[in-house]
């Protein structure tokens, strides 16, 4: 198979307009054509079009935080510290009707404009049309658009990189993430656990959560740094509960 892109060249903006890609398939060829459109201010991709061998037509529209009413507060959030063109929702059709929706919230955690939750559309079979009430200037009034949602994640916390590192899935069960002290890579997980229930030492970290580490400190030669002999791990403010500590 091979894949072509063309290019549109409006402004000093370069946007991708449209690509193909064919296929081969037991002497058949199959085409997806599809074709992108912009917003022309602040040039983020509102939707592309998808158009198959079988006339099949499949769309993705995105909205974002500048078609939204300000005076919803977690658009505020967004305007405030100029992420304009940060997505807050996006639906899918299949021909004209509604396969998927979702929805992002966000809130302000000193000057970052952090994700809340996120929500998806509730359906068992295609919604006919999609619409989101809007106000006079044209601005989205509601926050999630008609139709039942449900909450997919809730993030509680984050690192001060603004990594996720404590959150809620969509059945309720909340998890814990340990990030390295680069913060790009997960270290360890803990399910149905909370950030102040979980604490680590070790390598480049330091202690957190009122976690303390003492003992006889031994200097390292390799990256761990140092070490400790006869060491003893104790929590300042440890909630009742079982506990595993684990190395």
């Known amino acids: 198979g091979y894949y072509i892109v063309r290019y549109n060249l409006p402004t000093m903006w370069i946007g991708l307009k449209s690509s193909i890609e064919t296929e081969y398939v037991d002497g058949r060829i199959f085409q997806n054509h599809t074709t992108y459109t912009y917003?022309?201010?602040?040039?983020v991709l509102k939707s592309s079009e998808t158009l198959d061998s079988k006339g099949k037509e499949v769309k993705q529209e995105t909205f974002y935080a500048f078609e939204y009413d300000p005076g919803i507060s977690s658009i505020a959030t967004l305007m405030g510290t100029n992420r304009h063109g940060t997505a807050i929702s996006s639906v899918s059709y299949l021909e004209d009707d509604v396969v998927s929706s979702s929805v992002a919230a966000y809130r302000l955690e000193g000057s970052k404009p952090l994700v809340d939750y996120t929500a998806s559309l509730v359906t068992t079979s295609p919604i006919s049309?999609?619409?989101?009430s809007t106000n006079a200037s044209g601005q989205i009034t509601s926050f999630l658009p008609a139709y039942n949602y449900n909450?997919?994640?809730t993030i509680n916390e984050y690192t001060n990189c603004g990594k996720p590192s404590e959150f809620i899935q969509k059945d309720g069960v909340s998890q814990v993430v340990i990030w390295d002290s680069s913060e790009t890579m997960i270290i360890g997980k803990a399910t149905n656990s909370s950030r102040d229930e979980v604490g680590f030492h070790g390598f480049d970290q330091i202690p957190e959560k009122g976690w303390v580490l003492s003992g006889d400190r031994v200097l390292g030669t390799g990256y761990s740094g140092d070490y400790y002999a006869n060491t003893k791990l104790t929590y300042n403010s440890l909630p009742a509960g079982e506990y595993i500590v684990s190395a």
């Open 39 to 43: 917003d022309t201010v602040y040039h």
């Open 129 to 132: 049309g999609f619409s989101q």
């Open 151 to 153: 909450t997919t994640l």
